[in-house]
């Protein structure tokens, strides 16, 4: 099967490179093009179906985001590749919008490209057969089609929200259910992408853009040609599972730095900071608790650092008990989940009554390990325990108990404690709240946030997306607009004046987000007022 080719750039230079420089025949293109601007590739495309398009992004008579909208209406079949001497925010975000196949930083490695070729014409190649599916099962195949990713999307989601539940024995059955490209040996490797903040102010659009541009690198870089998925759930988790037949499938170095470019490139070209999480392979019945695990790990690591993480899973004692999962607890304790925390406790403490005797190793790294962990959690809330226990009037102590019941009975006591001192303010994200309006004069960032209420900046911005509706970034906005308003509503402040008390050193830019929110600038919204008053003092 042949293919046809069009190249587009203004530089005469960089179409003749393009044209040498590429190994056609290998790609099985038999006809290329040349056009040196938006109108003559137009031209050219009205004539000849074109499969590959090779399109600078930025021409003097009419850019490349304009053509990729004109190719989208006209030759829908297209897949267009992007090339670019900078690494232009608003482009970049148009071209993933426009569903552009990949972009290219100038010069170009012509090996590179052409391998982006290849990825393109195997996507041309997949469509062209799905397309004679379609209309051989046309009936039935454009329903399945429809519902196939969103019912995959699904299935993850609740087997991690713990919706569905995996056993051994019904791993099949779920298997067949959603259609999934498994078997019940498969096992899957979780890396959770933790985005921990941006190099410059989104709201929650350009996040949603930019966040599908993350999992789309992720897929390139970390599936290639392996099976696997990348999922966002509906806590807006972004997810690399990737499917393996053994254990030892993956080499460790390779894995690891193809994340750390991954985390490299999302910072160069999509301005973020992330960090990767990496699990251990476990089979379906088991990876949900593995995602979880990562979760865990991912809420401990309160600063954001982009780096790649390893799990460590925990040592169990010789005689088969293991300690519980303290990253878990902590989420618990810090939610104000006492009840929970409770039944954990009860659960633990009901496991080692059945060891044979007891285990006073077992017993003494509990103990340490839940010290550990209350201090650490008091820690992160600006408490001493000392203190916290003097306060607290009772005759507690920290001797080391030495019984299991005496052991519970202290883990209980010093949870009420706890628990009582942590919750009887206001929850984490009041706390957020009222920095941000405390602060609203000065530049805040995520991880300003997270430093105030001592969260990963990652697990804040979920938890506030969650809880409250909207982004971080949309609620700062919003609260900053509202003061503004009111100011120039109450108040005779030159409109600059009103900009920098609401953090915006930039006069312009203040404009247009006041604009974006309300429809008018500031200036014609005072105007407004003014009119409205004049006629209702006039009347």
């Known amino acids: 099967m042949a293919y046809r080719a069009l190249i587009v750039d203004d530089e005469v230079y ?9 190994k056609w025949e290998e790609l099985q293109i038999a006809e290329v093009y040349e056009a040196f601007h938006i109108r003559e590739a137009m031209q050219v495309m009205n004539k000849i179906q074109i499969d590959i398009l090779i399109c600078d992004i930025e021409m003097p008579r009419g850019n490349g985001i304009e053509l990729l909208e004109w190719v989208n209406e006209h030759s829908p079949n297209t897949e267009t590749i992007f090339l670019t001497a ?6 970049v975000q148009r071209a993933i919008q426009l569903d552009g196949f990949d972009y290219l930083l100038k010069p170009v490695e012509y090996h590179i490209l052409q391998t982006t070729i290849g990825r393109a014409l195997d996507t041309i190649k997949e469509e062209r057969e799905l397309a004679s599916l379609r209309e051989q099962y046309k009936p039935y195949y454009n329903l399945w089609l429809k519902k196939k990713s969103l019912i995959t999307d699904k299935f993850w989601n609740d087997l991690f929200s713990k919706k569905i539940t995996c056993t051994k024995a019904n791993t099949e059955r779920l298997i067949h259910e959603y259609v999934l490209p498994l078997t019940a040996h498969t096992l899957i490797l979780p890396i959770v992408i933790s985005v921990e903040g941006w190099d410059r102010e989104l709201n929650s659009a350009d996040e ?46 390779w894995l690891e730095e193809q994340c750390r470019q991954y985390i490299r490139y999302c910072h160069q070209y ?4 992330v960090s990767c999480y990496i699990g251990k392979p476990a089979v379906m019945s088991k990876i949900s608790d593995m995602y979880h695990k990562l979760l865990d790990m991912e809420y401990s690591m309160m600063k954001k650092n982009s780096e790649v993480h390893w799990l460590k899973e925990q040592h169990s004692s010789k005689s088969g008990a293991k300690l519980p999962a303290f990253n878990t607890w902590t989420v618990l304790i810090e939610q104000g989940k006492k009840d929970d925390m409770e039944r954990e406790l009860c659960r633990f403490f009901s496991k080692l009554n059945l060891e044979a005797e007891l285990n006073t190793e077992l017993l003494h790294s509990f103990y340490h390990s839940y010290m550990q962990m209350i201090h650490y959690i008091l820690y992160k809330h600006g408490l001493s325990l000392h203190h916290l226990l003097l306060s607290a009037e009772s005759s507690y102590h920290e ?14 006591r010093l949870l009420c404690i706890v628990h009582e001192q942590l919750h009887k303010d206001d929850s984490v994200i009041h706390r957020v709240q009222r920095y941000i309006r405390d602060h609203l004069s000065d530049t805040i960032t995520r991880e300003e946030l997270a430093d105030h209420v ?22 700062v906005l919003n609260e900053r607009m509202k003061v503004a308003r009111e100011l120039i509503e109450s108040s005779t402040l030159p409109i600059s004046d009103i900009a920098q008390s609401v953090g915006y050193t930039n006069f312009s830019y203040f404009t247009k987000m006041f604009k ?9 919204y005072r105007r407004q007022l003014e009119e409205t008053a004049m006629r209702s003092n006039s009347g």
């Open 399 to 412: 001797a080391m108990p030495r019984s299991i019941i005496e052991m519970e009975e202290w883990s209980r």
């Open 14 to 22: 960089a179409v003749m490179g393009i044209r040498s420089g590429v």
């Open 86 to 91: 900078h690494s232009n925010f608003s482009f």
């Open 208 to 253: 949603e853009v930019l966040e599908y541009a993350l999992r789309n690198i992720a897929r390139d870089l970390m599936l290639q040609d392996r099976h696997g998925d990348v999922i966002q759930t509906k806590l807006g988790v972004n997810c690399v599972l990737l499917f393996l037949e053994r254990a030892d499938e993956l080499d460790d170095l």
């Open 454 to 475: 001592h969260l990963n900046p990652a697990y804040l911005s979920r938890l506030f997306k969650k809880e409250v509706g909207e982004s971080l970034t949309d609620y």
């Open 516 to 524: 974006k929110q309300y429809q008018c600038t500031p200036q014609h």
């Open 270 to 273: 999509l301005y973020g900071y």
